[in-house]
T-cell receptor, first 116, second 115 residues
Framework: GDSVTQMEGPVTLSEEAFLTINCTYT??????LFWYVQYPGEGLQLLLK?????DKGSNKGFEATYRKETTSFHLEKGSVQVSDSAVYFC???????????????FGQGTILTVHP | DAEITQSPRHKITETGRQVTLACHQT?????MFWYRQDLGHGLRLIHY???????NKGEVSDGYSVSRSNTEDLPLTLESAASSQTSVYFC??????????????FGPGTRLTVL
């Protein structure tokens, strides 16, 4: 079946540090890949997405590139801020057998804490 | 502004009771989803719907049911609440019928405790 594996957290960084959160996936069809972010006490919101191989999604200084050859979609940011402290989820949605489903399969989430 | 709301935001109930969690969206989206969030598991899909009168089971559907009588609402019912159903529940919606590229929009969540 389809699955997403994220690097285990929590991740603690100082402000302006470089961030990488690893995400790899297994999919039976042709996935679109997503990063969602959950700020404390809130629901999830889309951070970025990529819908085909070699696409790069970007938003708010975050980037992730869809790598089909390594089945990865790692999240990066060059300089994190305290306001980036949140839980980050990698997810996929698959087209399988000619039918689009639109369901999301999530990784377990990575807690990021950024200190001043 | 269009939005997706959930109620109640917090609920405490007893084992064996029936509980219904409400989800309402004003985007006129076709697709609606229910997830539960548990530490170490991320979000797992409970049920989903692609339109009125359409409902489908997700990964962890045992003990839960949904019905879709209109576009805006997808209530989630726990038929006989169990302690294992203590969790945070999120409702989500998306626009495109069955598309795998579409963004899902999430509600603020309901924290359910079953004693």
């Amino acid at each position: 079946g389809d699955s997403v594996t994220q690097m285990e957290g929590p991740v603690t960084l100082s402000e302006e540090a470089f961030l990488t959160i690893n995400c790899t996936y297994t999919a039976t069809g042709y996935p679109s890949l997503f990063w969602y972010v959950q700020y404390p006490g809130e629901g999830l919101q889309l951070l970025l997405k990529a819908t085909k191989a070699d696409d790069k999604g970007s938003n708010k200084g975050f980037e992730a590139t869809y790598r089909k050859e390594t089945t990865s979609f790692h999240l990066e940011k060059g300089s994190v801020q305290v306001s980036d402290s949140a839980v980050y989820f990698c997810a996929l949605s698959v087209v399988s057998g000619g039918t689009s489903y639109g369901k999301l399969t999530f990784g377990q989430g990575t807690i990021l804490t950024v200190h001043p | 502004d269009a939005e997706i709301t959930q109620s109640p935001r917090h609920k405490i109930t007893e084992t064996g009771r029936q509980v219904t969690l409400a989800c309402h969206q004003t985007w006129n989206h076709n697709n609606m989803f229910w997830y539960r969030q548990d530490l170490g598991h991320g979000l797992r899909l409970i049920h989903y719907s692609y339109g009125v009168q359409d409902t489908n089971k997700g990964e962890v559907s045992d003990g839960y049911s949904v019905s879709r009588s209109n576009t805006e609402d997808l209530p989630l019912t726990l038929e006989s609440a169990a302690s294992s159903q203590t969790s945070v529940y999120f409702c989500a919606s998306s626009r495109l019928a069955g598309a795998n590229t579409d963004t899902q929009y999430f509600g603020p969540g309901t924290r359910l405790t079953v004693l």
